[in-house]
């Protein structure tokens, strides 16, 4: 992930643990079928957070991963000449790190859309289908064309208060039996993706050996 932090506009930056783990626990709180598996999943494994931030971001206390504010703060070198502040996009950036898991490590991902009902859950690049009643999006390499189609969905899925995503290590080419396929999902989990600074950015978190 390293490779991630040759640009200026944002960075990943490692979190304490500790911290990152209650706010993911607090985060998904089991208020579906699919959160309390996944809950249950990572409750004993190991991983590291990181989190998406300005490439300017000094961090000089514990971050509040609630508060949004952290890509809109009027630094002198966050404007362009005119005294206009730029807007840094973490979901571009996301977009881009998760095409690289799809493409270099053959992960494939799996988005949940709250907001979604049966009729219109249905997007381009993705299998659509409802678990325990929650829509979801199921991508993997085959059927993502570019770091665009990503970012579509990202924006399709993402609300300030709530966005997940999980990358998982097994390939499946169609969802037959949607019970098996979310074990799947959870036997093979290796990053998942939070919403943080009120839809501003994200969490990330990689499961370790």
């Not at 992930?1 to 979190?15: A, L, P, R």
């Not at 004993?44 to 508060?67: D, E």
């Not at 998760?98 to 490590?105: H, Q, V």
Request: hydrophobic fraction near 40%.
């Amino acid at each position: 992930m390293e490779k991630f932090n040759t640009g200026n506009d944002v960075k990943m930056m490692n979190i304490d643990l500790s911290h990152g783990r209650k706010y993911i626990r607090d985060y998904l709180d089991g208020r579906n079928g699919f959160q309390n598996k996944l809950i249950e999943t990572i409750r004993n494994r190991r991983f590291n957070c990181k989190v998406i931030v300005p490439g300017n971001y000094h961090m000089t206390h514990q971050i509040n991963l609630n508060c949004g504010g952290v890509f809109s703060q009027n630094h002198k070198e966050n404007q362009h000449e005119s005294g206009v502040v730029k807007v840094v996009d973490s979901s571009l950036w996301l977009s881009c790190f998760i095409k690289e898991l799809l493409n270099e490590d053959h992960l494939s991902c799996l988005f949940d859309d709250v907001m979604a009902n049966g009729s219109e859950f249905m997007h381009g690049h993705s299998h659509g289908f409802i678990y325990h009643d929650v829509a979801y999006h199921f991508v993997s390499q085959s059927t993502i064309d570019s770091e665009k189609d990503l970012l579509s969905l990202i924006y399709a899925t993402k609300l300030s208060w709530h966005f997940l995503c999980v990358l998982f290590d097994a390939e499946i080419d169609c969802i037959e039996d949607i019970d098996r396929f979310i074990s799947e999902v959870l036997d093979n989990f290796q990053v998942l993706i939070l919403g943080i600074f009120d839809g501003e950015s994200y969490l990330v978190m990689c499961a370790g050996d």
